[in-house]
T-cell receptor, first 116, second 112 residues
Framework: NAGVTQTPKFRVLKTGQSMTLLCAQD?????MYWYRQDPGMGLRLIHY???????AKGEVPDGYNVSRLKKQNFLLGLESAAPSQTSVYFC???????????????FGPGTRLTVL | KNQVEQSPQSLIILEGKNCTLQ??????????LRWYKQDTGRGPVSLTI?????NTKSNGRYTATLDADTKQSSLHITASQLSDSASYIC???????????FGTGTRLQVFP
């Protein structure tokens, strides 16, 4: 099993460009998440999904859109990239919702995005 | 404000030594507390998950403790190895929203 995979691993964009980050998981998990990690800050939730065809906003959703057309895939889109979106983006998935006592999230390797 | 603070920010130890990382949180009420290990350039990997009623949880050479009264947790690493060099992140699940609140991590470096 590959677990959680993310593509691409690195990307450089110019301000105003758009792109899509792809997350795929082969664990048949219902729940998927997108986080960003910035220096000196903890991971912050951007958007999440509780199942195929559903999405919801997290803590920092502005400037991002997501789609979950297939259970195994969760896409994160940047409509018009800004330098403030320079970050490392992590996708995660879990079998149960976060509120379950011993629910474990499995993270992908991350995508390092630079917006010039 | 719900926060998770970790100390120290960074730590250097020699291979074979023990160390303890601290986590203080103000998240209330909380459901559980987790410790993750994040290698450089990789995603976080779960080490332990403790509910509010658990005091200690071990995973090999890693032992986490939790004091819900003082809102403190620690991660003790025994007989450190070079592969323990990583960031260790404390995460608390906020009961009211079922959302995770992440600390900024402690960067541990183990030298031979």
């Amino acid at each position: 099993n590959a677990g959680v995979t993310q593509t691409p691993k690195f990307r450089v964009l110019k301000t105003g460009q758009s792109m899509t980050l792809l997350c795929a998981q082969d664990m048949n998990h219902e729940y998927m998440y997108w986080y960003r990690q910035d220096p000196g800050m903890g991971l912050r939730l951007i958007h999440y999904s509780v199942g195929e065809g559903t999405t919801a906003k997290g803590e920092v959703p502005d400037g991002y859109n997501v789609s979950r057309l297939k259970k195994q895939n969760f896409l994160l889109g940047l409509e018009s990239a800004a330098p403030s979106q320079t970050s490392v983006y992590f996708c995660a998935s879990s079998y149960r919702p976060e509120g379950w006592a011993h629910n474990e999230q499995f993270f992908g390797p991350g995508t390092r995005l630079t917006v010039l | 404000k719900n926060q998770v603070e970790q100390s120290p920010q960074s730590l250097i130890i020699l291979e074979g030594k023990n160390c303890t990382l601290q986590c203080n949180y103000t998240v209330s009420p909380f459901s559980n507390l987790r410790w993750y290990k994040q290698d450089t350039g990789r995603g976080p990997v779960s080490l332990t998950i403790m509910t509010f009623s658990e005091n200690t949880k071990s995973n090999g050479r890693y032992t986490a403790t939790l004091d819900a009264d003082t809102k403190q947790s620690s991660l003790h690493i025994t007989a450190s190895q070079l592969s323990d060099s990583a960031s260790y992140i404390c995460v608390v699940l906020y009961y009211n929203t079922d959302k995770l609140i992440f600390g900024t991590g402690t960067r541990l470096q183990v030298f031979p």
